[in-house]
């Protein structure tokens, strides 16, 4: 039995979460992991190094290198045989870029509130439960992660 995969803190949502050919074929569609995409846009669009790229997903070195050895490699299969692109979860943890969460990673938000589906084109939200971080919740609509929705005045960056 393998160990538990260790969730990836990924930063980016996309508001496009699939892409095909102008042409629709009958081809299988081609799956990208949102850990997937978080590689590619931190090495390839914002061109960090892989260590670095590895310290903000939370993972070391050599995990990073499989996921971007199989990102490229999906991405080029599928430009290469017409196929669909769609974007899926996979084991991640949505990160604010700007704010922790909890203890000794920035703020508590504190009682009220509401949860907000972290995916933007779902738009679900719900009533924040004392005890129950948001980010432990999923979205009942898609499945997405929770995070907590609060007035801007109220969240200061971390330091």
Known sequence: MGRKRKRRRVRFWPEINRFRPVVRRRQPIMELAMDELEALRLVDSQNLEQIKAAQQMGISQSTLQRILSRARQRLAQALITGQEIRLKGGEKNMINQNFGRGRRQGFAAGPGGYCVCSNPQCGYKAP????????????????????????????????
């Open 128 to 159: 924040h439960q004392a005890g129950m971080p948001c980010y432990r919740q999923k979205c009942p609509k898609c499945g997405s992660p929770m995070i907590r929705e609060a007035a801007q005045e109220t969240l200061k960056p971390n330091e």
